[in-house]
């Protein structure tokens, strides 16, 4: 199995307009004389990046793999979260909360639900409920609810991710990508709701966006690889 997040020439070239935005946003959003739509626009870019990225297999290749159709709707989801989060209200940061959410719900139907590996969910499993606890301590009881919903959805994502890496014999590397991609997933959420619930966390931002962008990027090349080497 060769390294999950290596790139071939072709990612590499197509891939350079992600990178630039990322780096973009990460110097504005350190600018404080940033408006917040430049914000949000510059947020987004590299979500919109992986769209073209996506599109750009033509037509035909999108027609072909349901699974690929899946993954763009995951990602505009994602773009909504990320900018009804910037917004300064309670409902509206809820709403991109729940974008996330269904975005997860996409995702853990493009990885399917085959095999089950019943163990690789109790350990994702584990790992997702120490973490809800421990986020749990910061907040009220119906607070605590909406997270554990929450946890509850990316914890399956995560677990369909990884459902033929962890425990399984025969490892792909397209689905070992996936399978990373999902870990950094769930440790910028989790870094961010530490953050915002319980305790400020030293260069919070950068790290949040950085594991956030990588894990969107590893989540897509996964799905572009198995859908090159079969057909839906």
């Known amino acids: 199995m060769g390294s999950p997040i290596s790139l071939d020439d072709n990612e590499k070239k197509m891939l350079v307009p992600f990178f630039t935005t990322v780096c973009i946003h990460t110097f504005l959003s350190h600018l404080s004389s940033t408006s917040i739509w430049v914000k949000g626009l510059s947020k987004i870019l590299p979500i919109i990046c992986l769209c073209i990225f996506i599109l750009d297999n033509g037509k035909q290749f999108l027609s072909q793999h349901h699974r690929v159709q899946k993954l763009l709707a995951g990602l505009l989801l994602s773009a909504a979260g990320d900018t009804l989060l910037l917004m300064d209200n309670r409902r509206i940061f809820v709403g991109g909360a729940a974008s996330f959410a269904l975005a997860h719900c996409v995702y853990s139907w493009v990885f399917g639900f085959k095999p089950l590996n019943l163990r690789a ?28 919903c929450y946890c509850a959805l990316i914890g399956v994502m995560a677990w369909r991710a990884n459902s033929q890496v962890l425990f399984h014999s025969q490892r792909l590397s397209a689905r070992a990508t996936g399978a990373v991609g999902a870990w950094l997933f769930m440790i910028s959420d989790f870094i961010l709701a530490t953050n915002l619930l319980c305790f400020p966390i030293p260069f919070q931002r950068i790290i949040v966006m950085t594991t956030y962008y990588m894990a969107q990027l590893l989540i897509t090349l996964a799905i572009l690889r198995e859908s090159k080497n079969k057909v839906d």
């Open 121 to 148: 969910g109790g350990l994702i499993g584990a790992v997702v409920t120490a973490g809800w606890t421990l986020l749990s301590l910061c907040l009220k009881t119906k607070e605590a609810l909406l997270l554990s």
